[in-house]
């Protein structure tokens, strides 16, 4: 077949994987157009192939995707269900293959020397046995790409999509492939890329493959250079098992409007600080910097940051310095329709450095986690946060795409 | 909200045939499942209630003037709690779509709704609304939502 064992990468991609998992749990919903609505209901993040087909896109308005398609049935996302049926995703995977990347809640790489041994047929046919398995096991209808790296696996997936696979082994079927796909449709090459790339006529994938490697390192560093290795069908970007070191870790998002109440303003901080240290905790990590970032009125952006006392994730040192962050918003009032808050500098527990001030989390923050943990997520929480009530009495906004850990992508 | 829809198979052949519910089928595509709709706007508008363990079809709110019945499609909650309307009983209306300034939108568990009787004793059904939730007023521009059974939106 011109590989050998150890060379193959599989992609797998679940397909319109929000869609597909509402049909899951509702199969009423089969060759309906449906759309996943965000959680502030204003645009659909995710939509059927039939909904597609009529025009919607990702990010599209509601009230646009409503002219396209009249007909569609517009459904609130639910992060705690897709986790379910992801983690599932996983866990049978892992059932072929001993080393799985969890990319992201929909996306998978992994070791596919094994497949045609565990279906006892050839690859193409394992191939196809592994993705009818996940139909029947999971209910879910993914695209499969292998290839002898992730780039052209993932490419081989993208392009089989909806419910298709390849296996691009035989350099001929590769050249083909690599004719037909824009350079713009590889993971890394993004729009200021692909500008500098069009610009020196590299359009095509295989055109990318063709250039000269020296002068596409020159363009777009050592990550356009393992792109390039890659489309040649040399593994350079290895299978990744646990999670990279993050550079910083932020939690936020929509305030559902513009906000001025400086009491409701202060909820939505307390909020995200509640989320920021509980994913700091579940990282790890402690952070020596924190940053407020907010969008205000006019779409404009505002942001500070302070530098801590020594490395912490505790609540009770990083609510104050926040707090003292969001008071500097000039003038006072302003309406604020967007908020992150941003950890930096990270340090795992073990690697900082100790302080005569140091404070760790206290008992009553440890208590609220174990609270939280066997109850509920926000059973306890800060007093601050009551400015919030319709968020709190909403499940669905218990859960965001961030609160699932584990993926090695966003 | 002004129209709702329930899958065919959620509805017993006899009800359709009683009523003659052929002419309200529909699909939304041609691979996707029958469903019956039951629209606000039209002439004789009826839902779906579930009473007594029994699926009818019951006249939705009232459009004649002359009726002493609340004109309408809906009542409010708030009515409904502070005890203005009387000899009433609470009842469910069963769907699997809602729809509201042309957004339909899934629905899990149906909605709640006030059955009453008018002076000639014919059944009328309106649905509860309550103010909509910030979700449900930016998807459907309504201020106002129906109540939603076993289902927060």
Redo the contacts between chains.
Sequence with gaps: MGYEMGNLIGHLDADCFYASA?RVR?P???????GV?G????CVIAKSY?MKARGVTTAMP??EA?SHC???????RDFQWYEVLSRKMLELLKQYSPTVEYYSIDEFFFEADYLEQAFGCDLPHAVAALQAKFLEQVGVPVSIGVSTSRILAKLGSDSAKPYGWHVLIESELIAKLLQEQPVGELTGIGFRSGLKLEALGIKTCADLAAADRKMIRDLLTIKGEAIWYELQGESVIPIQVTRPQHKCVARGGSL??RVTDPEVLNGWLIRNLERLTEALFAYGYQCGRLCLELQLKDRTGWARQVLLHGHTDAFEVLAPAAQKLLRQIDPAGTPVSYMHLIAKDLRTAGQRQLSLLDQQTSRANSLKRKVNQSIGRFALRSGATLTLP?LY????HDHEICDIYGKTCF | MVGLSLLRSEIPETLIARQNLQNWLTRRSDQAVEEIRFLWRVRNSLLPVWSQNELSLVEWGNKDRCNRLPCGSHLMQEEWENGCWKNCQRVEVPANFGLANHVWFHVIGGFQGILIHDNRGGAHVYLLTQPASHYYEVMTRSKRMPLFIGQGI
């Design positions: 509402e509702f009423h919903l089969k060759e309906i157009p449906i609505l959680n502030q209901g204003a039939e509601i009230w409503v009249p007909e569609g049935v517009y459904i609130k559902g409007g319709e009495s909403d499940q669905a």
